[in-house]
């Protein structure tokens, strides 16, 4: 037990989360997808590309799946350092980390709604939520179908070496 504080980090959820956060912070969708370029933006793009990750790592190989819920657990605690060092006060962060977390669930659930089946469901989202325009929308829904269909190209001993890779957003434009 006491030996568990020893323990180095495994460096692979961090590595696919830095693999995340450059994706989502590709300039085309701030300036070809009608994303803000806010905090809520930022977060936006972050949340889905964590989403589709995790999405891709349901899998029945445990060690994948196990994978998942570690960048998951990197995804939260950079969003809790985040919001501390923007000197939000401790008694605050825990309210911003539940309310974040509830836009994320519902996000990942529509996004497998969507997905699986009911198209337009985050478009409409991202219409109410996120971007001003409709067609804006629409082509983030169509990047994030695109973005799944390349996800799930990535085999298990890829991901394991911490290996994810993404569409270029231009190329659904």
């Known amino acids: 037990m006491v030996f568990a504080l020893f323990k180095k980090p495994d460096p692979i959820p961090p590595a696919i989360y830095d693999q995340i956060v450059e994706q989502a912070r590709s300039v085309l969708f701030f300036t070809h997808f009608g994303v803000p ?6 977060y936006e793009m972050v949340a889905l590309h964590v ?3 995790c ?3 349901r899998s029945d190989n ?6 998942s819920q570690d960048v998951f657990d990197t ?8 919001y501390r060092e923007m000197g939000i006060g401790d008694t605050t962060v825990p309210k911003k980390m539940k309310t974040l ?11 497998d709604e969507c997905i699986d089946g009911e198209a337009g469901l985050l478009a409409g989202v991202y219409e109410r939520n996120v971007v001003e325009r409709p067609e804006d929308a629409a082509k983030l829904e169509a990047y ?7 996800l799930k190209t990535i085999d298990d001993v890829a991901i394991l070496n911490g290996e994810v890779s993404f569409p270029k957003p231009g190329d659904v434009l």
Request: proline residues 0%; charged residues 30%; positive net charge.
């Open 37 to 42: 370029d806010t905090l809520n933006g930022r």
């Open 51 to 53: 989403a589709l990750v």
């Open 55 to 57: 999405r891709r790592m």
């Open 62 to 67: 445990e060690s994948v799946a196990a994978l």
């Open 75 to 82: 995804f939260i605690t950079e969003m809790d350092r985040t």
């Open 101 to 111: 977390g509830e836009i994320f669930y519902g996000r990942a659930k529509t996004l």
């Open 144 to 150: 994030a179908i695109a973005a799944d269909k390349h």
